[in-house]
């Protein structure tokens, strides 16, 4: 059952269908286990959360704060912030004390809800520095305050607060019958990888607009197992999980990214959504199980791979049968080794995995159809309340696409191939930013994406991010995420940021994958005293050579790295060179690397 109602009545109307049905599960480690929350414990939370901010003095569309990893209090107080109309703002797990600081002052927050000890210093560390600021409520009972801190309170002492008075309960009464479409449900402040974060507003309108075009075109219910993966921060996650609630699935919310392994194995989950890296990562791992097994077993696991991929790719993905004699050989790998790998990953019981947030490289692409995966390929931003464009399981698909544009939206191609938008689901603007409001918003209401891309046979493609075009000083352009794209996909390669606007040629910084490195300098009896000695080493540089030869084989000449540089540490978050989303900051990792940069061109000569 669908209940795409406002969101400030959500789960109250899904408990009274669901009732004691598992709404929610997150692993206890103290207890070890996976805990269960119903229907009906949801809503209940979520009534207590309400009233306990209406004790607290929030006002209707006053901000409030989210500092936390993914935890099940996240979407309490989402829930319970939408039943006052209250607006939430979440902030990343990993935001820095600057970053923090920048969006308490800039939304005027009063009230922040953090998750643990991390996110508890680091937003008592500001307190000096946002005059709004009041209080700071924590999730997490272990967390351990500061001795001169007299405005914090636990997350059950907050909600004691809601008990005290039975007008509470009448006042979130009458804002819920009172809350409207037009009303802001959240600000998502973008990652900044160009300079300051800017708030992105989302009405409860551009949320009820997507959900309902999305539930037009995806089959999920109260059958499926969601893994809540990626931080509920991220609007491609939170717009996904709120989703799957208007459909009444269940969601595993996996506390630590680290875990996300062992999270799979234990759920078993039908879908979840994830970024291209993650679906990389898995296809590193079957190519290293592949190099470390017999050749019997090699051979096995390579041909029902490329069966697999063949199968999907030539006829599954475009609606025709395959041959017999290609069908039943599928079949039967798709019974047998295929089915093992599903099982080995968590994921025997698939339905749909929508995937977005960078370019799908085809090897990785093939390879998860090819196990029987439906990834559902995606285009979106965070001014869009995330889809623009999917994947539709019921018509074509074609590999390298980013889908079909939704129902209800429209999307046409501008001056410089830019992919403009205008529908429901766009955001009215920035917060408090007029300016850079009407910089991407034009007069007819097309919200410019600074995305490239063009149309084929229906399905969306994109070219590159106009902003990281490159210009080398030979007139050539370089788009440097299509040539990154293709490196990652090497499992002994983690991370690489091209260098080449204004340059002669195109250059690379590369972070290796140290451990499969160092596994590769033991084996050959390459002895080095360190990672940076590693990096530095003429067999292992010529090795890495090789790997990026073979893989840009397709780019035209102007497109090739010809030369790199191995660093022995890898970009950060806390060096700033990432931002929370782990995209590279071009500008930081310029600046932090720029001697090295120079170097490197000024002791190399090009290639004729």
């Not at 099940?72 to 829930?79: G, N, V």
């Not at 804002?175 to 160009?194: E, H, K, P, Q, V």
């Not at 490239?452 to 995420?481: H, V």
Request: charged letters at 25%; glycine letters at 6%.
């Amino acid at each position: 059952m669908q209940i795409n109602c406002h969101l400030s009545s959500l789960i109250q109307r899904s408990a009274e269908v669901y009732g004691d049905r598992r709404a929610l599960m997150y692993r206890d480690y103290d207890l070890g286990k996976w805990c269960e929350i119903s229907w009906n414990e949801f809503a209940s939370k979520v009534c207590a959360v309400s009233r306990s901010l209406i004790a607290l003095g929030v006002g209707v569309q006053e901000n409030v704060a989210v500092f936390s990893q993914n935890k099940p209090e996240c979407l309490y107080m989402d829930f319970g912030d939408f039943g006052v109309r209250a607006v939430t703002i979440p902030f990343y797990a990993t935001a820095s004390a600057a970053q923090v600081q920048y969006m308490i002052n800039d939304a005027a927050v009063r009230y922040v809800f953090v998750g643990e000890q991390q996110q508890y210093d680091t937003a008592f560390s500001v307190i000096s520095v946002c005059p709004s600021l009041e209080k700071i409520v924590i999730f997490d009972r272990s967390v351990r305050k500061h001795e001169n801190d007299h405005l914090s309170i636990y997350f059950d002492e907050f909600l004691a607060l809601g008990e005290a008075d039975a007008a509470y309960a009448e006042e979130v009464a009458q804002r819920t019958a009172a809350a409207s479409f037009d009303d802001i449900a959240n600000i998502l402040y973008t990652s900044g990888t160009t300079g300051n974060s800017k708030g992105v507003i989302l009405l409860h309108a551009n949320l009820h607009a997507t959900f309902d075009y999305h539930m037009r075109v995806l089959k999920i219910g109260p059958d499926d197992i969601i893994l809540n993966f990626l931080p509920f921060t991220h609007v491609f996650e939170r717009g996904w999980a709120t989703l799957c609630l208007t459909c009444g699935c269940t969601l595993a919310i996996n506390l630590r990214p680290q875990d996300v392994q062992r999270s799979l194995q234990e759920v078993r989950p039908t879908c979840m959504s994830s970024v291209p890296r993650f679906w990389e990562k898995v296809y590193q791992g079957v190519l290293d199980k592949m190099e470390h097994s017999g050749s019997v077993q090699r051979a096995l696991i390579k041909d029902a791979l490329r069966v697999g991929g063949e199968y999907w790719e030539k006829y599954a993905s475009r609606g025709i049968p395959a041959p017999w004699a290609l069908r039943m050989r599928y079949k039967m790998y798709d019974r047998t080794i295929i089915r093992l790998l599903r099982q080995t990953l968590g994921l025997d019981h698939p339905n749909i995995f929508p995937t977005a947030g960078a370019a799908i490289s085809p090897e990785v692409e093939r390879f998860v159809h090819a196990a029987g995966l439906n990834m559902l390929a995606g285009y979106g931003l965070t001014e869009t309340t995330a889809s623009v464009s999917f994947d539709h399981s019921d018509k074509k698909v074609t590999m390298g696409s980013i889908g079909r544009v939704m129902p209800g939206i429209e999307v046409k191609i501008g001056d410089n191939d830019e992919i403009l938008v205008r529908g429901a689901t766009v955001t009215p603007g920035y917060y408090r930013k007029e300016a850079e409001t009407r910089a991407v918003l034009d007069a007819d209401g097309w919200f410019h994406t600074g995305d490239a891309g063009y149309f084929k046979d229906g399905e969306l493609y994109m070219r590159e991010r106009i902003k990281d075009l490159f210009k080398t000083s030979n007139g050539k352009y370089i788009a440097p995420q299509m040539i990154e794209g293709k490196l990652t996909i090497d499992r002994y390669i983690e991370q690489c940021v091209v260098v080449a606007d204004q340059r002669k040629f195109v250059t690379a910084l590369i972070v290796p994958s140290y451990p499969l490195l160092e596994a590769y300098a033991a084996d050959h009896g390459i002895a080095v005293s360190d990672r940076a000695a590693l990096c530095q080493h003429p067999d292992i540089v010529q090795y890495i050579k090789e790997r990026i030869d073979t893989l840009q084989q397709d780019l035209a000449h102007y497109e090739q790295i010809k030369y790199f540089l191995l660093l022995p540490q890898p970009f950060t978050m806390e060096s700033g060179e990432l931002t929370n989303t782990l995209k590279i900051k071009r500008r930081v990792v310029y600046q932090h690397y720029a001697a090295e940069i120079d170097r490197l061109y000024a002791s190399a000569t090009p290639k004729p």
